[in-house]
């Protein structure tokens, strides 16, 4: 709407609809127009807007507003630090619609002379285009292991179809992919080509396509998706080969052998006889990249990776008193539901006013109700803490007898996010020195495929962490999982604890643990080095001590 100039009242009554929408817990799918408008600031015809969608996908205003809006435009509203009024500007002014023609502005220096830009911000722009453009194709690590579990299941029903598996970087779950690739061993490819072409969905590259592989867009992802042919009977060893890093699979073993010799010595019936031939012990796929995992392997000193089951509790959680989705009665009846001991709940701090933020009378309400809660729902237990921001100079943002009153505190960034290594660095260095620091949250602030994240010094900062004991975590958000794993190695190898926290808004948000999971085990976690896998008992006793430590300092 503000693409197109509609009146700025418009656009904001909008907004401020689908901040509620987006807050409110029950599904509008379910909805009839007259509950609907129940929902603060819904009115009749924003309602039957809204059922419409519910029944036909869509509603007329977005019909007409995305028919008048090139796709191109759509990607470049996505450039992180542009909002719709500067794209608008660009587009009428320069008539560029595409990021291509956007990086050409930028380089021929047509950007700068715009009004409200200048050369600052060009430059700022064509690093943005330039980001974006790079991971063109690429999609998130939640989004490859959905679409390539729906694609399995769709190919075991077709006749044939002998084996098939994911394979590559999703085998290997890195936190973005491209292309998606399964690994299919069948008697009829015909049969898979009209899979291919039947589902409106997809649509196949039929350059780039050949009798050993089969390559497809899907649509709705745009991601790039490859079918890998092999026969039955070869299976394993294709599967160890296109899973495997070039790294992993010629890296030097006894006697300068690699696995690629050995995949050709014969057809292997599993995996775990390809490494007893390499007289290795076995490595699971995540770790695979040909960095650290061969050296552990030759000296027998494997780590026994965290599992899921490890994981005792769930830190770093927001509800409704921020800007949560659910209440905090009901994020702990469900953590409780899924088996957990404890809940930690870390709602914004007053700094973050657009999340709602928590001001000192609020914090002393939110902790009544926790006490009710932990009575109620005992032995279960809910942590009292807050994700403090960190301000411009690197302190909490609250006074100390504040910060006493918490078990623990998240220390993060959220703004401005826009700083130079040096300055990003003295920030982090400053809130983890803080005694009540607990965890350092989403440490670069980046999203993976939208937002770099702030420059920081990886090493400075772990050390600091490692000196004053204060918790990595990894922020298991599938866009986020930030700590990044190669990172994560280091801060391991410095003995810092990694918590593996959601940052969930909404119940279903605790089943991103398991992305932050999958890239701690890429890192070579182990159970005894995940903060969250302490029990509650020695947790509480953790915080406590903690706590004991701070006030001694201050
Ligand atoms: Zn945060
Ligand atoms: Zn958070």
């Not at 969905?201 to 089969?214: I, R, T, W």
């Not at 057809?267 to 290795?280: M, P, V």
């Amino acid at each position: 709407m503000e693409l197109h100039g509609e009146n700025d009242f418009k656009v904001k009554s909008y907004q401020s609809v689908v901040n509620s929408l987006e807050r409110h817990s029950k599904s509008l799918s379910v909805m009839d127009v007259e509950e609907l408008q129940k929902i603060e600031g819904v009115g009749k015809s924003l309602a039957q807007s809204i059922y419409r969608i519910n029944e036909q996908g869509s509603f007329e205003l977005y019909d007409d507003l995305s028919a008048k809006t090139p796709d191109g435009i759509l990607e470049m509203m996505q450039l992180s630090g542009f909002g719709p009024k500067k794209i608008k500007l660009i587009w009428e002014k320069l008539e560029i619609d595409n990021l291509e023609d956007l990086l050409i502005a930028c380089k021929e220096n047509k950007i700068a002379a715009l009004k409200g830009f200048g050369n600052k911000t060009q430059i700022k722009l064509q690093e943005a285009v330039e980001y974006k453009l790079s991971w063109r194709g690429y999609i998130h690590f939640r989004e490859a292991k959905k679409l390539s579990e729906k694609i399995i299941e769709d190919l075991k029903t077709i006749e044939g179809v002998t084996k098939v598996s994911v394979t590559s970087a999703t085998r290997r779950k890195m936190e973005v992919i491209k292309p998606l690739e399964i690994l299919i061993a069948a008697e009829n490819k015909a049969k898979i080509i009209q899979y291919i072409t039947k589902n409106e969905e997809y649509v196949l590259d039929k350059k780039n396509s050949g009798p050993l592989s089969l390559k497809f867009t899907y649509k709705p992802l745009k991601a790039e998706v490859n079918f890998v042919f092999t026969a039955k009977d070869q299976f394993i060893n294709d599967l160890f080969k296109t899973t495997s890093h070039p790294n992993h699979l010629n890296a030097s073993l006894a006697n300068g052998e690699t696995f690629s010799h050995i995949l050709k010595e014969k057809q292997f019936t599993s995996e775990e006889e390809i490494y007893k031939a390499a007289n290795l012990p076995f490595i699971v796929p995540e770790l695979r990249e040909g960095l650290w995992e061969l050296d552990w392997a030759k000296n027998n000193t494997v780590p026994k990776l965290v599992e899921m089951s490890d994981l005792k509790g769930i830190l770093h959680n927001h509800s409704t008193y921020s800007d949560g989705k659910n209440s905090l009665e009901e994020m702990a009846k469900y953590c409780k539901d899924l088996g957990y001991e404890y809940l930690g709940i870390s709602d914004h701090s007053k700094t973050a006013s657009y999340a709602n933020g928590l001001q000192e009378f609020r914090i002393k309400k939110q902790h009544e109700e926790i006490d009710v809660l932990n009575e109620k729902l005992a032995p279960f237990k809910i942590f009292k803490g807050i994700e403090s921001d960190i301000l411009n100079d690197g302190s909490l943002d609250y006074a100390n007898d504040v910060l006493e009153s918490f078990d623990f505190v998240v220390a993060s960034i959220h703004s401005p996010l826009s700083m130079d290594e040096k300055t990003a660095t003295n920030r982090l260095l400053n809130a983890i020195v803080n005694p009540f620091t607990t965890i350092l949250g989403h440490p670069t602030g980046r999203l993976l495929l939208q937002r770099k994240g702030y420059p920081i010094n990886h090493k400075a900062v772990i050390d600091a962490c490692a000196q004053y004991e204060v918790v990595i975590e990894i922020n298991a958000h599938p866009w986020r999982l930030d700590l990044d794993w190669r990172h994560v190695r280091y801060a391991l190898d410095k003995g810092v604890q990694i918590s593996i926290n959601p940052d969930a808004h909404e119940t279903n948000g605790y089943h991103d643990m398991f992305y932050g999971l999958c890239v701690g085990r890429k890192a070579g976690l182990t159970a005894n080095e995940t903060f969250n896998a302490k029990s509650l008992e020695e947790l509480s006793k953790y915080f406590k001590d903690r706590k004991k430590s701070a006030l001694s300092k201050i």
